[in-house]
């Protein structure tokens, strides 16, 4: 694509209250070493909400936003050439761009990189007809997979890292804590890789969609709730094999009663991955609690490469399914109908896909 004086289409967020921004923009040309992508799907998520509400900082404004995309490329910049994608290619593209340079990036995790960037926070993003990326960040994924599937790797793949850092073997009982877009990624992750799910979640059409997507079991938290230690969840936990407790759980909400119930649900030498992060601050319980019954927690930010190519292998190896997450596309002139969308109604959207 050579043509200088080419435009597009592209949503922005100019300040914190303000509606959604559409406009016409140069598209822009990849500098050496980066590709320019055709973005065909692009999806909307809780960090995006967080911008719009003044939760997350943007490295500036007006940005445009996304940061879950999918795309084919068109143009790869001076040096991208045999990189590992190709023009026409159709690609995920990783949002985080690092260094290059620093341990964390010699070991394919940029997510801890502390010059680390994120497209449609740090850099322009995907809600746009163009986006440019690092060849780096680009993985090439096979054409029978949808673009708007593709994605859905990027919540995956967060939700890959969740499970693997639990070090839990087939079999084992996971309890999940949420039943949104992020956990919903979080059940089918476990599920392909062996492991028995109890979803729980207080909305009942969240925990039937827990259940279409693998779960054994959904509860409200309320059914779960230990009133003494002998509570009904031990029991549960006995009969899905894991006597004296849930061998592990993935808090996907990150309010103070989430993790403190996935804690409670745990066995003595219990791990706990914590995704969510919850608008108010976390009180943790005693101390005593983790060091009793030697407790494992972890904070899950984001994921490596690593785990973005784990779950694109899955996918194409049709272990994973991540086209039913995906409950409304929209094209882009409706980005600020598809965000409404997102956050309102008791029984909101899986995952928004505006599709430039």
Known sequence: MSDQSATMQAVRFTDVGAPLLRTTLPVPRPEPGWALVRVRAVAICGSDVHILEGHTPVGFTPITLGHEISGDVVELGEGAVGQGVDV?????????????????????ESNFCPDRGLLGIHFEGAMAEYVVAPVRNLTAVPDRISHAEIAMVESAGTAYHAIRVLDAEPGDAVVVIGAGGLGLQTVRIATALGLRVVSVDPNAAARERALAAGAERAYSPEDLMPATEDGGYIALAEEMGSPFGF????????FEETVNLALCLLRPRGSCSIIGIGAAGVRLPDPAIFV???????????????DIANVIELLVAGRLELADSVSLKLPLAEAQRAFEAFVGGDVRPVRVVLEP
């Open 247 to 254: 061998a592990h759980a993935v808090d996907c909400v990150g």
């Open 292 to 306: 009793r019954r030697s407790l494992q927690v972890r904070g899950i930010y984001t994921y490596s490469s690593k």
């Open 88 to 108: 026409g290619d159709r690609v995920f593209i990783n949002p985080i761009i690092g260094c290059g340079r620093c341990r964390y990036c010699a070991t394919e």
